[in-house]
Structure formats: C-alpha cells, structure tokens
C-alpha cells in the first residue's frame, strides 16, 4: 500500500508469480489473477468495472478502440454462414466492417430503417444470428425503439448489440432495455478531451462476456494501461460533461431554428423532431449532436464552416471543443449520392458536437459563420 488517492497505472506486460505452482495454476485457469496485459491488467480492469458498473452491468471489456469492440463482437459471436440484420445509419467504419471484412468471411448483413421495427422483422432469415445499431444517428440524430427491436431479436434468440457511443450510459442504458451488448467508443466521450483511442464491450450475460473475453484475448486487441487510466478519469467526469453538452446542445438547437440562414435542425430535445417523444422516454438527456442545414447548397455551407474562428473543423466528436464538419464531403463522402440521398445528407446539412464553451461565444461563432450564407448554392 503506497497509499495513494490517485489510481495507479501498471504498465507491466507481464506478471510475476510467488512459485511455479502458483504459475502453474494461474496459466490453466485453476486460479484466477492476472498473467499477461494482453489478458488483464490492473488498470485496465478498473475502467472496465466502472464502465460496467455505469450500464448498469456485469461485465466489461475493454479494447484498444471502438472498432476493434465492433469487431471483437462479431468475431466472438457470429460464424461463416451467419447473418445480421443492421441499421442503415452507422458509422461508416462499421458498415465498412460488416460490408467487406465480414461479407468475405460469409457473414452478410441486411440494412434496414432504424426508425421502423417491422423492417427489422422482415429482414430476419433463418440464419439471423444479431441485430446491430446506433441510436441516436449520425449525423440525422434518428433514435431507435431498443425495447420493440430487442423484443423481435430475441424471438428468434437472436442478439441485440448497441452501439452507445453518441449517449453514454449517463444518457441511455441500452442494457436494461433489452440490448444484450452495449459497444463503445471510448475515443469520444468516454475520454471527452480527445486524447485516446479506445474502446469496450458490456454485457450482462456471464456467457456472452466468457466468448468475448476467450475471442479478444487471442486476437489480441487489448487496450494499454496508459488509455485505460485516461478513460477512468474521463469517467470521472462523465455525468457532468454530459449534462453540460446536453445544455449547451439544445441552446444551439433552438437557437439555430430560429435563424433566417437555417433551413432546417436535427436533434431529439427539439419538439420539431418527428420523435421527440421517444426521446424523452428513452434518454434522461438530449446528447451533444446536433445538425442543420443551412440556405443553399454545398459552398453554402464551406463558407460557414471556413467563417467560424473558435469551432474546431474536425470529423472527431465528444469533445470538450465544439467541433464542425461537412458530412456530404467527409464523414459520408465515401458513400455514392444515391446512399447519400437515401440517408438524407444533403450537401447544406452541418453536423456540431456541442462542446463545453460558454454558449455565447459558440453561438457568435455560429453567427460569424451564417452571415456567409448567401442561399444560393
Ligand atoms: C468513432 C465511432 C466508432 C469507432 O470508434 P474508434 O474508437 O474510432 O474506433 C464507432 N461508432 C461510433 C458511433 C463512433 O462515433
């Protein structure tokens, strides 16, 4: 005991034993402790209980980002053959992820509305192993029912994975709702200040984190000690940057909507929003994104954008920095117009992650920027 207030970070790669009896137990899993960093590690193990503890579940664990949580998933739980049945509004990594990587291996995916449960049921095949999703979405905040989804996965025991990065369990815990895993992105809010990339899986089931576990510690995607410690004190302050981004969001929101330059605002704290009502029974909070579409078309809104002296032109998010970004051209470029379209981005729509500023200097940053608006395309 060194008695110390702060956690301490283990970067150790491996673990000394007493004796090579206690070795011995340790390595066939007669005893339980910890071996190997790329199995567990102290500090490791205290973001995952906290984050655990925070969804209001038993078990965490972490990686070394949010992708190889998405993936760790689906390669622990899914086989050659399989089938998944997915939001059509996801990260584009993830769709990436599920389109190629897992396509090659014989998993296919069916997309489908995130908004529409009887889409989701008309998708399942014999083989529908999972259902994955996001909600809210990026960047139209489109919110999910996760209790009516989950109840048509699992009358066919199919799995209900979360991804909760854009909430946090501060605003939504998918777990108690039904979700069977909940995935993270801890580079986002997790973190908060953009520092680390990482991520975690939660589940509530001793089965399910038994295959994940066996699946991330021979694949090997752990996350390092020095990550771990950040995310714990992002942890930490957690409830309060939430509460703070969910304020300063729907200030903007409102604030946007009655702006001559803004055609039109997407976030869930707005009455305007098609489901504003789910969203107050779902969420205790509104989160931090929110988008609009400005006048005009695409240099409508670049100039915007390139008027804003504060914002951060960025794609990350979660972050104490307001941050901007054009998803038409960054985020979602990589898709065809046609997805674009369909996915509604248009190429007036801007995305904000609200950060931590006082609201009156964000909304004269939005305001140096709206004044280029011309709403000429
Ligand atoms: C960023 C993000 C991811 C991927 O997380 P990384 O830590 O960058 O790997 C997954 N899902 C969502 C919703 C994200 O925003």
């Known amino acids: 005991m060194e008695r110390e207030h702060n956690e301490a970070i283990f970067t150790t790669s491996s673990f000394v034993f007493d004796d090579a009896e206690q070795a011995g137990k340790l390595f066939s899993g007669q005893a339980s402790g910890n071996v190997y960093s790329r199995f567990t590690n102290p500090t490791v193990a205290g973001f995952e209980s906290r984050l655990a503890e925070l969804e209001n ?6 990686t070394s980002s949010g992708m190889a949580a998405i993936t760790g998933t689906l390669l622990a739980l899914l086989k050659s053959g399989d089938h998944i049945v997915a939001s059509s509004a996801l990260f584009g990594s993830t769709v990436s992820l599920l389109t190629t990587v897992f396509e090659k291996f014989g998993v296919q995916t069916s997309f489908v509305s995130l908004t529409d449960p009887k889409q989701w049921k008309l998708a399942i095949r014999p083989n ?9 979405s990026n960047p139209l905040c489109e919110i999910a029912d996760i209790e009516q989804i989950s109840r048509i996965a699992h009358e066919i025991d199919a799995l209900l994975v979360v991804d909760n990065a854009f909430m946090t369990p501060i605003l939504q815990r998918p777990i108690e709702i039904g979700a069977d895993i909940v995935v993270h ?3 986002k809010y ?21 295959k994940l576990f066996a699946m991330l510690r021979t694949t090997g995607p752990s996350m390092s000690p020095f990550n771990a410690w950040t995310f714990v004190k992002g942890l930490e302050t957690l409830p309060l940057r939430m509460k703070h981004h969910c304020s300063n969001a729907l200030a903007v929101a409102r604030w946007l909507q009655n702006h001559p330059q803004v055609k039109r605002v997407h976030y869930p704290g707005l009455q305007s929003h098609p489901q504003h009502d789910l969203a107050k029974q779902l969420f205790s909070g509104f989160g931090g994104i929110v988008s609009f579409e400005v006048q005009g078309g695409k240099y409508d809104a670049w100039s915007m ?8 032109i960025t794609g990350n998010l979660g972050d ?5 970004t054009h998803p038409a051209t960054t985020t979602h470029s990589r898709i065809t117009q046609e997805a674009r379209d369909r996915a509604r981005i248009t190429d007036s729509l801007i995305r904000l992650s609200v950060g931590l500023e006082y609201i009156e200097d964000i909304l004269a940053d939005l305001e140096l920027g709206l004044r280029k608006v011309e709403g000429s395309g």
């Open 57 to 62: 579940a038993s078990h965490c664990v972490a």
């Open 128 to 136: 529908t192993k999972l259902f994955f999703l996001e909600t809210p």
């Open 185 to 187: 992105t801890a580079t």
């Open 190 to 210: 997790l973190d908060g200040q953009g520092r680390c990339i990482g991520g975690a899986i939660v589940t509530d089931d001793a089965s399910i984190h038994e």
């Open 305 to 312: 954008i390139d008027a804003t002296e504060m914002l951060s």
């Open 320 to 324: 104490v920095k307001t941050t901007i």
